[in-house]
């Protein structure tokens, strides 16, 4: 099949033909139709966030089942489903307490003494996050899989896999925004659009976009935002004189120590920052300890929507599907394969919403 590779880092990637090797008892191989550009990848290319070369990276993905192993019965050829990154082993305290997404024994991959998915006469692959989706297809841990409702629109689903379902989710489940409560979202990329709609649909009364790109202000708007705000160092003071003190929540949505930092000022008392952009590995960020007390601050972070994928990516779907979530207008471009690099020239240039690539039918 061919797979978009990372050989090195902070170089383009290269497509390249690997083989996929067949389901073991507990896998399915999907072939991809859909598989969006997000940054969490771009921080793999860049070398913020490290992965062993040669790679497949990609994880936002929707497709076909092509076949399953010998154990799986709940997936068959010929279903429509979307992967996720949060695959879970069902026995650790955090999945036992209802918190699969962040299992801490995750199978993504296979164990060490068996043979590796990916592979080139000899060579191996890193599958990126037990997906590896920039490829014509995939081979999930049955975990990793959910089937999305009829008359959802393969070229459009991949984006629930992570775009919508970290974003939305990390309002909806992660915050529990509360109606008519304040909200900032600092990034306004594929993700923080996401957080915007979340927002809105838990009937925040003022979401305010902050963004250095004030290209994505108009984006931001038809996704629910009231106000919006050039990024930079003056953002958290602008956010509190049009709140008349502080959001009851800001959303980090970048991985930048700066805009943590920034995030975290615009709070008002009793105020939750919720961390959500993949900051690199060793950075770290201040917080006044004072501030945390005196103002009953809280800050949290969230992973891939903070509930399991399982219930809520189906449930997006169907909100996409009676117009109450929007998809459409996150695809800024549907591109090949082989364009993916110009993708993420696009993605650094703040040009896209979301570049997706879609595979030939
Ligand atoms: P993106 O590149 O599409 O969007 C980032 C946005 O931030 C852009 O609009 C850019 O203009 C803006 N920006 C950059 N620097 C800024 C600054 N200093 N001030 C204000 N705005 C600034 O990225 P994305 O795909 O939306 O991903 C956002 C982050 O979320 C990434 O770090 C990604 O790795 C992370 N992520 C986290 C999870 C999770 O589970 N928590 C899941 C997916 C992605
Ligand atoms: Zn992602």
Redesign the pocket.
Known sequence: MKAAVLREIQQPLTIEDVDLDGPGPDEVRVRVVSSGL?H?DYHSISGDFPVPMPAVLG??AAGIVEAVGSDVTEFKKGDRVVTCVSMYCGRCRECLDGHNNVCSDKPSTRPADKPARITKGGEVFTQYAGLGAFAEEMLVHRTGVTKIPEGMPLEKAGLLG??VL?GVGAALNGAQVRPGSTVAVVGCGGVGLNVIQGAKLCGAARIIAVDVNERKFDLARTFGATDCVKGGPDAAAEVKELTDGGVDYAFEVIGLVQTQEQALGMLRRLGTLMIVGMAPMASQFKVPGVLMMVQQLQIRGSLMGSVPFQIAIPNYAQLYLDGKLKLDEMVSQNIKLEEINDGYAKMMAGDVARSVIVFDQ
Request: hydrophobic residues 15%; contains cysteine; aromatic residues 0%.
């Open positions: 997000c969490s994880h936002e992570c775009a970290t």
